[in-house]
């Protein structure tokens, strides 16, 4: 008998993942952000402050809450689903989800330091 026939999931890694474990993923979801960027401004989406919450949970889901520049934005339809599979590609996660969220809506206030200098905004 299969272990799906005998009600075992077919997952990869069955095991929870602990705290530290947890922390590393989520240590490289913040690289994985930083490598995509708004196609009109030349800053990655995490210095931009677009990412509102990113988390990865015990059972190896990855979870994003961001935004976009505004609901106009020409690829509103495409960087979720970039976010969602670079996140996925990261070793140690197996599915990722992206909620996108215009509250609160995004300012230039919720630009990093890092963000600023780049665009000269001081």
């Known amino acids: 008998m299969s272990d799906a026939q005998a009600g075992t999931p077919l997952s990869v890694h069955a095991d929870p993942l ?5 922390a590393r993923l989520e240590e490289e979801m913040v690289s994985v952000l930083k490598t995509v960027h708004d196609p009109e401004i030349p800053v990655d989406i995490y210095e931009l402050g677009l990412i509102y919450e990113h988390r990865v949970a015990p059972d190896r889901t ?22 969602r599979q670079k996140i996925e590609a990261i070793e140690g ?18 630009m990093s330091e890092v963000a600023k200098l780049q665009l000269n905004m001081y």
Not at 98 to 109: G, I, Q, R
């Open 18 to 22: 602990d705290t530290d474990t947890i």
């Open 62 to 83: 990855a979870y994003v809450v961001m935004t976009l520049t505004s609901p106009g934005c020409p690829v509103a339809g495409s960087m979720p689903g970039e976010v």
């Open 93 to 110: 996660i197996e599915s990722a989800e992206v909620e996108v969220t215009w509250e609160p809506a995004w300012t230039k206030d919720m």
